[in-house]
């Protein structure tokens, strides 16, 4: 008897960790854009401003909280994420034993937008984070696309039509109303997304309204206001959140100092720093990272 898809989609994705050594972390793979997680332990509290993406949840169980929405997650479900809007997440059911396991598939405006032509009567709406049982055909097209990754002579060839085909059956199912905006280039969210990408890789540097409201096409004041609409922060909040996010990570995995911290991402105050951060993670730098080292 052939192995269930959901559970032949786990066994792959642990393979694959497995076989680059990763216990536990996030895995990038070959194909861009896809990526394993696995965790073997319950997270803290995880901070993040995630470009769209979709996670399918193989085993264990996350919340992932954005504004007052907290989505709860368990093996079967897909997760969507359909703008650039700041999440709180955390790893609820892990163990060495039976880790968390997901997979990662980030949406590309470039693959979405040809399709829209093809499919009709999708609506528009929705809520940017929501999750959904994950269909039949997206796991087996899922399940293909690791396959993959074990036939190197393949994966040019078959991997842009296998990555087509999770975009469409995501974009005919339930995920549907959420991600269509992904591929309406004259959109307003699209607009936005142009000026996210900037800010994301100028995040430490000054960049001024006028120049994100000229990336988005937009005046000033209309492009604070779809900005907030759709990230639900305002550019300089989005920044400040960027800029916090990078410098936990840092701190926490890199051992830098919590002066060069700062300065790296592009503050100028110490005290600064020390407040915003104490005011986004709970606590001051150096007493997060002695908890965190605690926890490990």
């Known amino acids: 008897m052939n192995t269930p898809v959901p559970h032949r989609l786990y066994d792959l994705a642990r393979c694959q960790l497995d076989a680059h050594g990763m216990a536990e972390g996030k895995l990038a793979t070959p194909i861009p854009g896809l990526s394993i997680v696995r965790e073997i332990q319950p ?12 996670a399918l949840v193989l085993q264990g169980e996350k919340q992932v909280m954005a ?16 703008a650039d809007v700041p999440t709180i997440s955390q790893v609820m059911r892990a163990s060495a034993d039976k880790p968390y396991v997901s997979i990662i598939i980030d949406l590309n405006p470039a693959v979405i937008e040809p399709l829209l032509l093809e499919i009709d009567g999708l609506p528009d709406g929705g809520h940017a984070v929501r999750s959904q049982t994950t269909t039949p055909e997206m796991a087996d097209a ?115 100092s919590i002066a060069d911290t700062a300065y ?7 005290p600064q720093f020390t407040r915003d951060y104490a005011r986004m993670f709970g606590a001051p730098p150096a007493k997060d990272r002695r908890a965190q080292a605690q926890i490990a």
Request: proline letters at 6%; zero cysteines.
């Open 43 to 54: 997270s803290p509290l995880t901070h993040d401003i995630p470009a769209p993406m979709v």
């Open 67 to 82: 504004g007052p929405r907290t989505t709860h997650l368990k093996p079967g479900d897909s997760l969507l994420i359909a």
């Open 142 to 256: 899922a399940r293909r696309l690791l396959e993959l990754l074990d036939r190197p002579a393949a994966l040019p060839i078959l991997q842009e039509g296998l990555i087509r085909e999770l975009h469409f059956w995501l974009l005919s199912g339930a995920h549907g109303a959420g991600i269509r905006h992904l591929g309406m280039t004259h959109s307003h969210h699209h607009r936005i997304a142009r000026t996210v990408s900037l800010i994301r890789s100028r995040y430490n540097q000054t960049l001024r309204i006028e120049q994100l409201a000229e990336t988005a096409g937009m005046s000033p004041s209309a492009f604070h206001q779809h900005f907030k609409q759709i990230t639900t922060l305002t550019p300089l909040q989005f920044q400040k959140q960027l800029r916090l996010i990078e410098a936990r990570q840092k701190l926490l995995t890199r051992g830098a």
């Open 264 to 270: 790296g991402v592009g503050y100028e105050s110490i």
